[in-house]
């Protein structure tokens, strides 16, 4: 296994906030599905799939931002020990204003497409895009997408 050069875990604080708001989310669509008299059924039945998704999606939360994120020698793992990208698949790492990423995050663009994979608060994979962030600590996640950079330079015969 390659050495560890960095890791990237959640925030305590937003971690559980994110996850308090989304079970709030959830209750409070079951209460007004439950509590409030609509003219037709369908009304009700969307309120309560869309409480389902939401306190779903808290629960994935809370899975999800117990792992965290290790920078290798050799590449981005998550504590599950999946690749997310490899040094040499990575095209670039992007954590302007305009890049499409994730809160207090950064994106990865790399050659190969990657099979989907969704870690709320954490990370997600589509294609050829890797979002790194949500509730992590923005200044942590600089951090590694600055190592992750200035490894990719190294790696490609410095400035």
């Known amino acids: 296994m390659a ?3 960095a890791e990237l875990a959640a925030s305590p604080v937003r971690r559980y906030f994110g996850v308090a708001t989304m079970t709030g989310l ?3 669509l079951l209460w007004l599905a439950l509590t409030q008299n609509f003219d037709q059924m369908g009304w009700k039945l969307a309120l309560i799939a869309m409480a389902v998704a939401a306190l779903w999606a808290a629960m994935r939360m809370l899975q999800a931002t117990a792992l965290r994120l290790e920078l290798r020698e050799d590449g981005l793992y998550d504590s599950e020990d999946h690749l997310l ?3 040499d698949d990575i095209v670039t790492v992007e954590r302007g ?3 499409m990423k994730p809160s207090n995050g950064f994106m990865i663009v790399t050659r190969s497409k990657k099979p989907r994979r969704w870690r709320p608060g954490l990370y997600w994979v589509m ?3 890797i ?3 949500g509730v992590t600590a923005a200044a942590d996640a ?3 997408a600055d190592l992750m950079n200035m490894q ?3 790696r490609r015969g410095g400035l």
């Open 85 to 87: 990208a490899a040094y």
């Open 26 to 28: 959830g209750v409070l």
């Open 142 to 144: 600089k951090y590694l």
């Open 127 to 129: 294609g050829r895009r």
């Open 152 to 154: 990719l330079v190294e």
């Open 131 to 133: 979002g790194v962030g």
């Open 97 to 99: 204003m305009l890049a």
């Open 3 to 5: 050495e560890l050069v």
